[in-house]
C-alpha cells in the first residue's frame, strides 16, 4: 500500500489550499481513508474520514470549513480547506484504514497505512 500527498504549501490566512492524495495498492471492498494532521508539539488528530460508500465525518473543529472527497476512478483521495487560519499550520496526512463496525471512525488508531505527509503553513 502506497499513499502520497500533495497540494501543501503557503498561504494566508483566509485561504483555500486543497490536498490530493494518490492511493496504490489498498484493495479492500470496504474501507476508510481520512485525512489527519500534526502540528508542532502536538499529537496527531483527525481532520475528516470517507469510507467506501462515501460516508464523511469531521471534526468539530473543522467542519463547515473542509471537504474530503474520494475519485474511485483515479484513486485519488482530496482535502479541500477554506477560510484557513494559523491553527492549521501543520503536518497533514492522509491514511488508510478499516471500517469498525458499520463506519469510520476519526481516529488514527483504527488506520495503518499512512503517506509521508505534506506541510501546510498559514500565515497572518
Known amino acids: 500500500v502506497n499513499l502520497v500527498e500533495s497540494g501543501g504549501g503557503s498561504v494566508q490566512s483566509g485561504g483555500s489550499l486543497r490536498l490530493s492524495c494518490v492511493v496504490s495498492?489498498?484493495?479492500?471492498?470496504?474501507?476508510?481513508m481520512g485525512w489527519f494532521r500534526q502540528a508542532p508539539g502536538k499529537e496527531r488528530e483527525g481532520d475528516a474520514v470517507i469510507d467506501s460508500d462515501g460516508s464523511t465525518n469531521y471534526a468539530d473543529s473543522v467542519k463547515g470549513r473542509v471537504t474530503i472527497s474520494q475519485d474511485n476512478v483515479k484513486n485519488m483521495l482530496y482535502l479541500q480547506m477554506n477560510n484557513l487560519n494559523s491553527e492549521d499550520t501543520a503536518m497533514y496526512y492522509c491514511?488508510?484504514?478499516?471500517?469498525?463496525?458499520?463506519?469510520?471512525?476519526?481516529?488514527?488508531?483504527?488506520?495503518?497505512?499512512w503517506g509521508q505527509g505534506t506541510q501546510v503553513t498559514v500565515s497572518a
Open positions: 495498492g489498498y484493495t479492500y471492498s470496504r474501507y476508510c
Open positions: 491514511a488508510a484504514g478499516s471500517i469498525v463496525r458499520s463506519y469510520c471512525i476519526l481516529d488514527q488508531r483504527y488506520f495503518g497505512y
